[in-house]
């Protein structure tokens, strides 16, 4: 192995360099994020709350992304080198390679991570929807009651109050009419 390495001439030693450095720490880089071991340094056991967090933004430029870039640039110019190119046109096709690499990591972290949800419960959107009495409700707004709704995907129990006549017990029908702004459901009997 030694002597093919120093027969090659200098311009492909350096693509199998840096093909082959790039592509052991690309690996490395692949195994601790599928392994969790993404963690920049952070022991423990965490728990943060972040204000004002916009999200991830489009990152071109980032270690992952650089070792992705090198990685194909080494292979695509390895690859050039053997079908016969010259030097300039293996240079120019490896790092269009490397560029459209980064550019599809960065696409695909960007796009993974618009996927992620909040969690947070927006109970405007319990609007409309029907559910089911779990705790009676007194009539007239005199006592809070909880119902079991369905609200943004998730079964949930929230409280609930009535402007009808009669207390709405358990097993009741109701449809969601309003929401108070302190996170207060006012809720109508479906079927009078």
Do not use: H
């Amino acid at each position: 192995m030694e002597e093919w390495f120093s027969s090659l001439p200098f311009f492909e030693k350096t693509y199998w360099v840096i093909a082959g450095i790039s592509s052991v720490i690309f690996i490395i880089l692949l195994i601790l994020t599928l392994v969790g071991g993404d963690t920049d340094g952070v022991d423990g056991d965490v728990d943060l709350e972040v204000e004002g967090d916009t999200g991830i933004n489009f990152q071109f430029l980032s270690f992952k992304n650089l070792m992705g870039f090198f990685t194909i640039f080494g292979w695509s110019g390895i690859s050039c080198l053997d079908a016969g190119f010259s030097n300039s046109l293996t240079v120019f096709v490896s790092v269009i390679c490397g560029l459209l690499m980064m550019l599809t990591m960065a696409s695909l972290f960007y796009y993974l991570a618009k996927l992620q949800s909040s969690g947070t419960l927006k109970l405007k959107n319990a609007l409309n929807q029907i559910g089911e009495v779990y705790l009676t409700v007194g009539a007239n707004r005199s006592s809070i009651g909880k119902i079991s709704i369905t609200v943004q995907g998730t079964l949930r129990e929230l409280d609930a109050l009535t402007e009808e006549t009669r207390d709405l017990t358990q097993g009741d029908v109701v449809r969601v009419k309003q929401v108070t702004d302190n996170g207060i459901l006012i809720v109508e009997l479906l079927n009078k």
